[in-house]
């Protein structure tokens, strides 16, 4: 926990020259299995972040006591039936429904009225012919992002057809629709590892900084590739 505090911090201290609102997104994996998550939100919350968590929600019990400490909740919803989700493996022990996410967005809600709730839906290759656009409506989120899976060492998860085929279908879909390409998030997020280190998708490939906590922010963040103006247009969606 003592250097979970002290990489918080340290990378805090860092942007915070240069920003006046920092947002930290608790992604994964899921996130919802760490541990010590409900420390990791509060503490980041009390040095200065504005605190998000994007969670596949299957354990979303785990977040009530830490709720209030949230500005935004982002929940991965690829597909609603079950043979999909499986292809997909985007579930632990239980296929998620329709009613479990009704239920428990209103539970948030709430617990914290003023909490943003936001759907991602990573468009692949077995998901890119379903219409979501019903469930969407019901939950009436503040953001839907809709990301093209991204192409990994040379396997295409998603091809641009696919991506474009899926976003056609939901084009009148009556919310906040935001669409990122994998060419748009290439390099376009700040991204920081379990083990401390900033890492980037440069080029289909990861690449690794030193660690923070060893050389600090500011050194550590001069050895990722990162394109500021994608980050900029895409801090304005």
Request: glycine share 2%; aromatic share 12%.
């Given at each position: 926990m003592a250097n979970s505090l002290k990489l918080l911090k340290e990378v805090y201290s860092y942007f915070a020259q240069n920003y006046k609102r920092i947002r930290l997104n608790l992604a994964g994996g899921e996130p919802l299995l760490v541990k010590d998550l409900n420390f990791i939100i509060k503490s980041a919350k009390s040095i200065g972040f504005d605190v998000s968590i994007i969670t596949n929600f299957s354990n979303s019990d785990k977040i009530l006591e830490s709720v209030n400490f949230l500005t935004m909740i982002g929940i991965s919803?690829?597909?609603?039936?079950?043979?999909?989700?499986?292809?997909?493996?985007?579930?632990?022990?239980?296929?998620?429904?329709?009613?479990?996410?009704?239920?428990?967005?209103?539970?948030?809600?709430?617990?914290n009225p003023n909490i943003q709730i936001k759907i991602n839906t990573v468009v692949n290759r077995f998901n890119y012919n379903e219409f979501l656009g019903d469930f969407i409506e019901k939950i009436n989120p503040n953001k839907w992002k809709i990301l093209q899976a991204f192409p990994f060492k040379k396997t295409v998860f998603c091809e641009d057809w696919q991506y474009e085929r899926f976003k056609k279908l939901h084009i009148k879909v009556n919310v906040n629709k935001f669409f990122e390409s994998s060419e748009d998030m290439r390099e376009s997020y700040i991204m920081v590892d379990p083990f401390g280190r900033f890492y980037q998708n440069s080029n289909l490939e990861y690449q690794y900084s030193e660690s923070i906590l060893k050389v600090g922010a500011k050194k550590a963040f001069s050895q990722v590739t990162f394109m500021k103006d994608k980050f900029y247009k895409r801090c304005q969606k």
């Open positions: 919803v690829d597909s609603l039936k079950e043979d999909t989700i499986k292809k997909i493996g985007r579930f632990d022990k239980k296929i998620l429904n329709r009613e479990y996410f009704y239920e428990k967005i209103k539970l948030i809600k709430s617990l």
